[in-house]
């Protein structure tokens, strides 16, 4: 078999960044039976800004108790694409949903999200509202911020 070494020197790992990414994980615990965290239905709650430069690569959103009314939720882009994340998660079930299963498509297909400027990461309450359920939610990526350095 061929050993393929034609990169040109300019583009060989010695000289791109040697600054490693950074991983980026962020957690949120939400009780929706907390004073003044209950949702109508349509209503959004803003959870996490994602800082410019970050690769988003997956979402978990975990259901730790069971909300009574049966709703579901979208986690994604306040003001821009709502279901971005996670779309139609069960509120009323214990369990586990993340991003780009089955049940939710969405970026998992494509490999994750780059968020080129702060971006503010919504919680979308759809069918009904919420309002004594428990949820741990968990967003998972790269800080690439500093990826663009010059490397001389």
């Given at each position: 078999m061929p050993v393929i070494d034609n990169i040109p020197a300019d583009q060989s790992s010695a000289s791109l960044s040697q600054v490693p990414a950074l991983?980026?994980?962020v957690e949120k615990l939400v009780s929706f039976a907390d004073t003044g965290l209950a949702m109508a239905a349509a209503d959004t709650m803003d959870l996490f800004v994602v800082p410019a430069g970050t690769?988003?690569?997956g979402a978990k959103l975990e259901m730790l108790t069971a909300d009574g009314?049966?709703?579901?939720a979208d986690l994604g882009v306040t003001g821009g694409?709502?279901?971005a994340l996670i779309n139609?998660?069960?509120m009323n079930a214990l369990g586990?949903?993340?991003s780009g299963s089955a049940a939710t498509?969405?970026?998992g297909a494509i490999g994750g999200t780059y968020f080129a400027a702060d971006t503010t990461i919504s919680l979308l309450a759809i069918t009904n509202g919420l309002?004594?359920?428990v949820m741990r939610l968990q967003l998972f990526g790269f800080d690439l911020s500093n990826r663009n350095a010059d490397p001389a």
């Open positions: 991983p980026y994980f690769l988003v690569l009314a049966a709703t579901t694409v709502v279901d139609g998660a069960a586990v949903t993340m498509g969405g970026m309002s004594d359920g």
